[in-house]
């Protein structure tokens, strides 16, 4: 069985340079070891806050790569550095505006900040990328409140076939 | 009493060429006929999903037939084929995305995947154009959601003046 | 103790022309009266809804005023006149959905028709920007809204501290 490569960007100054040890990929690695019964393997990328690189990150990941799903951490603030957002755009060419309103909604139950995030979900050609927050706990929340629909939309994009673990997370696919 | 043109647009490769049989036209045809107590007349158009064609039929539909509501069902998911909100942005300039939101959020209570829609609402001159998914379903949802809203837009936009029978869903005007 | 600037600018052709007393800009000014216990002033501008004077005045307070914070009144519904959210993006370089979002619906409990608000927030340097309606009403079921995240947000992008009355809303700060 051939294993589905998914991407995890961790986008951030401190943990790129070392300053700081990330948390929020090891968090997304996880969650995805619950959730997926499919034989998977993650491809970490772990950089700085620069757009371009970010956009580079997410276009070799797509592209050469090969993955299906495409997550990000970090950079989705209001601050100056915080660019994940815009990196994503520059290089996908659909955005799906439903993930970034249920995921903020989820965290907003949480914090009244959660309004301050910018996290977005687009489609470049046959991959799909979601930015989530950097802590772990948002992590889950951001996962839990979109993952249902993620099996069904890489289908439709013509990625392979995700299966979930329904004690974890019940993937729903219409019936056509 | 003058008979106002409302332009109904389906997207679907399908359809256009045949291949199946639209339920979303008729759908949004019977739903108008409960809602509205004006004396109104559909302009049908049955397209294939390319983004030039939807453009131009909505462009048509708004100055030359001068529809004052224009309603899209089918090419909102995140396929590569889905292109109905783009070709909307195309020929608008000003978008409503309360429309989306609420929309979405009300496919959400029976359907998981309602975050996939990437349906917009939008203006063009003196004509409102909404995005609705497909199914005859989500159709009703959607404009369930939104429809006590539509007079008063199209009355701000310069456009006729809707009534709609209270019984099936209260429009809404804000007093002065 | 220096006073903090805080930008208020209503956006309308009958205010600006003395047709019409407006009501949205002391809305606003009584309303930061009450939940902000930081010394402040407000820059108030009443102007006409013109894009261009509107997007200069936005940088402008930005700029050279040096408000940290600037609500706009009036502008964001979609007649043709409503041009505020653009002349906002105009002059800022990254927006945050979630005001919007969160905003509208707040309003939506109120009235059907607050899915026609096109109301965004956004950010041009160490400005934050939001985008305000022009019924007192409506302003405090926004500010009220949205205000608890408002502080943090103005941390990250670099400006001054904002405190609040508690009474009136908590300010909510994530520990780091």
Redesign the interface.
Known sequence: MTSIPIGIIVCSDRAATGVYEDRGGPAIHDYLGKVLTNNWHPVLEVIRDERAVIAATIERLADVEECCLILTTGGT????R?ITP?ATLDVCD?????????M??AS?AE????????QIAA?RNKS?VINLPGKPAAIKTCLDA?F??VP??ID???GPRLETDPAYCKA???KQ
Chains 1, 2, 3 share one sequence.
């Open positions: 603030g209001p601050a100056l915080d815009e659909r955005q799906l505006p439903g993930f970034g309103e249920v903020r909604t907003l914090v009244p900040t959660a309004i301050l995030s910018r489609i799909l979109v249902a629909a069904y939309c439709l994009i013509g729903f696919r219409p």
